[in-house]
């Protein structure tokens, strides 16, 4: 992990120089430092444990521990190796947008940017909206389907909620992200315990010593969700300027933080295994069928066709832990909201998108304007989403995919600026330097890089390079319920994503009147 070049305070660095216009200077000037230590490493916590995602992590059985693992080492540590970097020496607002822009020029970050926002509110409205729905449904209404009103009330009113959350000021939105990571820390914990009551009376189910063994289709088609779960060290610095010590205390929550998510994954994804066969896990629901399950413990059964029935203690006690996952989720989505809608709005101000876009409020201190456009965007997601899908999981497979590649996208900009940037400013201090020098900062970003390619790649043509790894057919690894559909699902991807890339280039012109009154 990141060392300190003195066991000296962090030198301050001069964040006035990263503005480059006077718009910047006047928006900046509502910025408040709310953020403590504990607070960055609950916000981390925060981001980086995505609940909605484990189930498709473990669907790949035993494998998925195994490239768990592997991706750890080639992906998550040098991420936040170059993440911990860029964060002491640039602590500046807006950080993943400054960071590529200063390596890569106004333009480029304006269209990286516009990824690095928007698949945050397409996630929100698709897939976490879909899972909290789903999760209603599973545990509260018996399997049975909300109605058309009531969907729309709950999905709806969930989005916003999350909304809200971020336009609150950081004094108090701290709060919500904090509550966010304590949830996931009680609620795995109490998963992780009851499944090892539930293995004591039942035996393990899923896993054998066989099925940990690679293979390189479960490879191609697991790597875009680990990825996109790996995520997430920079979010913070989006609110660096809120902080009473970035460049130290984001490097440090890095470290406590990356080591708590990965253990937040690697023991649910056992959890659910244990308690059901792979051939049972769903990438919708599958966490919420195995906490179902492992709850049977505690009063009910489980049918020889597999279907779950609580009463007494184990009833009342998944409708708690129900609450719980439903506000998890939540949760998962309003620190990437606070990161991604203060890095719009910086670019905003620094002439990388409409000026109108870059607002700070004067009350809050919060990217207000951009807080309900994602509100929009990703209400308006859920609606299409709904409307032109007749099923609920290719609905989940379809936007889940278009979260992912858009994230995975941005960061081709991002962790890449940690070696432009040792070259364009190498006077510039850094507290923390990836250790090793340049050439384990060379091996850092062509690691990330490559596997981010490779990642995005796979999820807009799923079964890349599968028939010549391993002889398998590529449509069979389209996703569940795009069964001889390759050419809509392709269509699926490509027409959003390239919307997003011209839509970044029109910010970019956008922005020339800001940058030319500096």
């Known amino acids: ?6 066991g000296a305070a962090a030198p301050s660095v001069d964040v006035e120089a990263l503005a480059e216009t006077d718009a910047a200077t006047i928006e900046r ?9 504990v607070d960055v490493l609950l916000f981390l916590l925060c981001t980086l444990i995505g609940l909605d995602t484990i189930g498709s992590v473990a669907s790949y059985g035993g494998q998925a521990i195994t490239w768990l693992l592997v991706l750890v080492l080639v992906f998550y540590v040098p991420s936040a190796l170059l993440i911990s970097e860029l964060a002491a020496a640039f602590p500046a607002e807006g950080g993943p947008y400054v960071w590529t822009r200063m390596a890569f020029g106004h333009l480029a970050g304006a269209v990286n940017n516009i990824l690095y926002w928007v698949s945050n509110p397409v996630w929100l409205g698709g897939t976490l909206t879909i899972t909290a729905v789903s999760t209603v449904q599973q545990f509260y209404l018996g399997g049975k389907s909300l109605g058309e009103i009531w969907f729309y009330l709950f999905a709806l009113g969930f989005i916003w909620v999350g909304i809200v959350s971020a336009v609150l000021s950081m004094s108090l939105g701290k709060y919500v992200t904090s509550a966010g990571a304590l949830v996931r820390v009680v ?14 009376k039942h035996g393990f189910h899923g896993i ?11 490879f191609l088609a697991l790597t875009p969700v680990l990825l996109f779960n790996f995520v997430g060290f920079d979010v913070p610095s989006s609110a660096a300027e809120e902080m009473q010590d970035p460049q130290r205390d984001v490097p440090i929550g890095i470290l406590r933080g990356g080591i708590g998510a990965v253990l937040g994954y690697i023991l649910p994804v056992v959890g659910i295994l244990t308690v059901l066969p792979t051939s049972s896990v769903t990438g919708l629901t599958g966490f919420t069928d195995a906490m179902r399950a492992a709850f049977t413990v505690y009063g009910g059964h489980i049918a020889a066709d597999g279907t779950v029935t609580l009463t007494g203690a184990g009833s009342v006690i998944a409708d708690i832990v129900a609450a719980a996952f439903l506000l998890a989720l939540l949760t998962s989505a309003v620190p990437w909201l606070m990161g991604s809608d203060r890095a719009l709005a910086v670019s905003g101000y620094d002439g990388a998108a409409p000026r109108s876009l870059g607002v700070i409020s004067a009350r809050f201190g919060t990217p207000v304007r951009v807080n309900v456009l994602s509100g929009i965007v990703a209400s308006t997601v859920c609606v299409l989403a709904h409307e032109l899908s007749g099923s609920a999981a290719k609905y989940f497979a379809a936007v889940l995919a278009l979260a992912l590649s858009t994230t995975l996208l941005s960061y081709l900009g991002i962790l890449p600026a940690a070696l432009v940037l040792r070259r364009k400013l190498p006077e510039a201090e850094r507290p923390y330097r990836v250790p090793g020098g340049k050439p384990v900062v060379v091996l850092c970003v062509v690691a990330t890089v490559s596997l981010l390619l490779l990642g995005a790649i796979t999820l807009i043509y799923p079964g890349f390079a599968t028939d010549w790894l391993t002889g398998a057919n590529v ?10 559909q390759r050419g809509a699902y392709t269509l699926s991807q490509v027409i959003p994503l390239v919307g997003f890339l011209l839509l970044g280039v029109a910010f ?3 922005g020339r009147r800001t940058r030319a009154a500096d």
Do not use: N, Q
Request: avoid cysteine; aromatic fraction near 14%; proline fraction near 6%.
């Open 208 to 218: 054998h010593a066989g099925d940990l063994r690679p293979s390189w289709a479960v």
């Open 1 to 6: 992990m990141p060392e300190a070049t003195s």
């Open 29 to 37: 000037a509502k910025l408040r430092r709310h953020l403590g230590r």
């Open 475 to 484: 449509d069979d690894a389209l996703p569940r319920g795009w069964a001889g």
């Open 508 to 510: 970019y012109f956008a």
């Open 187 to 200: 609620l795995l914990s109490f998963f992780v315990v009851t499944v090892g009551i539930y293995a004591i």
